[in-house]
């Protein structure tokens, strides 16, 4: 069973920045995708940010976030984090961790909260 466990969320002024943190049971080299999305309160999931492992590294990002988050991650500790930069209110959600290697799977979610 693989687990996938999300950590960092919290509450922040709009402007401000956060880290998310994602860790999954098994080698980050296991997985050929690994993703962050979002659910704001009534709105369906979507996604934020991908990195895909390949030959290379791919980075995929959603236009409301170019610019402001990035995706990096740390092999050596196995560790996937999400650092949002310059805040918005909009920017409130539930954030998943997913990770795939021919089947999702998704973390329970950090609530973000950002105030205006």
């Known amino acids: 069973q693989v687990q996938v466990v999300e950590s960092g969320g919290g509450l922040v002024q709009a402007g401000g920045s956060l880290r998310l943190s994602c860790s999954a049971s098994g080698s980050i080299f296991s997985w050929n995708v690994m993703a962050w999305y979002r659910q704001a309160p009534g709105k369906q999931r979507t996604h934020v940010a991908t990195?895909?492992?390949?030959?290379?590294?791919?980075?995929y990002y959603a236009d409301a976030v170019k610019g402001r988050f990035t995706i990096p991650k740390d092999n050596a500790k196995n560790m996937l984090y999400l650092q949002m930069n310059s805040l918005k209110f909009e920017d409130t959600a539930v954030y998943y961790c997913g990770v795939n290697s021919g089947h999702w799977y998704w973390g329970q979610g950090t609530q973000v909260t950002v105030s205006s």
């Open positions: 990195i895909s492992n390949g030959v290379r590294t791919n980075y």
